[in-house]
């Protein structure tokens, strides 16, 4: 099966799996083992946010450009809008995964200070193969906050429930970038070599063409050559050199302004056209916001001295 298949709720997500109807319409807590499978490739299209905790996970799983088999326990994180390809053989269909899926529609985040700030958890724009691997203390936390999230709502909803829940997944949220970080952390030599290919690929783009034929470039297209996402691109870094991708391009960008500045008698704008800058102002803005001086200031210092 070749064509997307939209998934607007967590009803229809229900309706899809064979489970019974969800006990709330806009959030539920899903037993994975419930799931339905079938052989055969299949594109799902999802309009609400799912965080899941599998283990023993069947199928190959593609988000993006990468792939993944499962076969311990991990967490994932979809946001809405993003297409999850899985792929089911006919061994796959046999075996019993193990595992709850907590699916969230945006709808039930209207009005707290959530709906905004989920948004911005790196994390719901990881590649599957950039899942996070739990430890078994750090699994028994998670599956306790999705009991807590499914005792409320499947109990008498009152004023208080929605705070509640909304508490428990903002916590939720909170230990998973906690783990990530401890992930993160507990991976220095990989994440070392991601900040060791990433300056490669990044030195190589200023050495070349690149810059006059294609201008700056950008953190999708570095990740893409480093063939991960750009969320976890930037996160490797973050935790590695305390500087996202954006801070690092804007680095080398500053040191080749330098060296062109003191080096050469290039005009401001040659120097910007240079760097692959449309306009000279761009560069003169970002270069004051670097060194807290214009391009002549510094080259004047630079000639002073």
Known sequence: ??????????????????????????????DYAKVYKTEGVFHFLQGY?????????????????????????????????QVLHVQYTKDDVQRSPSGYILLIHPDFLWNTGLAEKIKHYDFFGYEVNE?????EKEERIILEIFRQIQQEYTGNMDDFSKNIIISQIELLLNYSERFYKRQFLTRDQSNHEIVSRFEKVLDRYFNSDALLDKGLPTVQYLSDQLHISSDYLSSTLRHATGQNARQHIHNKIIDRAKEKLSNTTLSVSE????????????????FKQKTNQTPLEFRKRFYRN
């Open 131 to 135: 899942a996070l691997f739990l430890s």
């Open 49 to 81: 946010y799912s965080i899941a905790l599998k283990k023993d996970v069947v199928g190959k799983y593609r988000y993006g450009q990468q792939s993944y088999d499962f076969d311990e326990g991990l967490m994932t994180f979809f946001a809405p809008q």
């Open 1 to 30: 099966m070749n064509e997307l298949i939209p998934v607007d709720s967590v009803t229809e997500f229900h309706r899809i799996n064979g489970i019974p109807l969800p006990d709330h319409p806009l959030i539920s807590v899903v």
């Open 271 to 286: 120097v910007a056209y240079a760097l692959g800058f449309e306009h000279s102002q761009s560069f003169s803005k970002l």
